[in-house]
Each structure stands twice: as C-alpha cells, then as structure tokens.
C-alpha cells in the first residue's frame, strides 16, 4: 500500500518519541528517585514533566497518524486543486507569479509556499481547475489570482511511485 510521505515521517517520530517515553524518561526517575524527598527533587519534576509532555506527544501523534493513514485518496480530486496539489498561480493584478503546495498543518512552511489546506489560501483554491480565476480576502488585501498550472497529489506522488 503505497503510503504518504507525511505519515512516515511522522511515524518515524513517533517512534523516536515513545523510545523517549519507554526508556529515557524512566531512566530519568529512577535516578532523580535516588535523591530522595520528591518534594523539592526539581530533577524528578522536570522528568515528570517530560512524561507528561511526551504521553500527551504520543497520543497527539497517533491520532494523526491514524486519521492519516484513514485518508481515502481517491476522493482527493484528480483534475481539481485538492490536498496536495502544487498550484502555479499568476496575479491578475501585478503578473506577479507564486507557486503553493497544498499540505498537512505538520508540513506548513508558508515561506516555501506549503501552506495548509485549511488557511484562507488554501480554501479559496480548493476545487479550482487550469484556467480558473479565484479571489483571495488576505487580512492586508484581496488578491486576485488566476490558476495557470495545477499538479495534483495524484500527479506529484502517485506517478513517481508507479515509476
């Protein structure tokens, strides 16, 4: 089953944290354990902190895996801009031309253009084609683009793993 680039790497880290949790952070008690009084141990506070922390990171992560790995793929549009895609744009106004990635909140880095499907960009271009015009309310402006070349998930991933 061919899987997403972002659900691997988030179970790689994962596994880095439950290794953490399972065998670092026990280590940690156990030898803040052999000061004594836990009352005033600030090493056995901060590693019970740490524990906290990453059950919390664990379960955070499984639940995005899972929902994840849930994704049925063959809804994601094959002609259309969806989770994924990498859209060419052109603005109408300035010629201006910017290139986004459609991504996962994980994955977000606005200044290399991987925005989320949930931002204001990311929704206004939702289920835009080539050729397509869309207008985009920016907290500092309202931004008209039209779609000038649009590479699908499908396109970008799927097809390289055929290869």
Do not use: C, W
Not at 3 to 14: F, G, N, R
Not at 63 to 85: Q, Y
Not at 132 to 152: G, H, W
Request: negative net charge; glycine residues 4%.
């Amino acid at each position: 089953m061919i899987e997403l680039p972002i659900v691997k790497q988030l179970k790689e880290e994962l596994q880095k944290v439950d290794k953490e949790l399972r065998i670092d952070v026990p280590k940690e008690l156990r030898k803040a354990a052999a000061h004594g009084d836990f009352r005033e141990n600030s090493e056995y506070e901060a590693a019970k902190q740490r524990q906290s922390f990453l059950q919390a990171r664990v379960a955070h992560l499984t639940a995005r895996v899972n929902m994840l790995v849930s994704l049925k793929l063959d809804n994601i549009p094959k002609d259309a801009i969806g989770f994924g895609s990498r859209i060419h744009l052109e603005d109408l106004n300035s010629g201006e031309q910017v290139v986004y990635e459609l991504v996962t909140p994980e994955e977000v880095d606005a200044r290399n253009g991987k925005i989320s499907v949930s931002s204001p960009i990311g929704k206004a271009l939702l289920n835009k084609a080539v050729g397509d015009e869309v207008t985009i309310n920016l907290p500092v402006a309202v931004k008209e683009y039209a779609v000038t070349e649009l590479y699908t998930l499908h396109d970008l991933f799927f097809r390289k793993a055929d290869k």
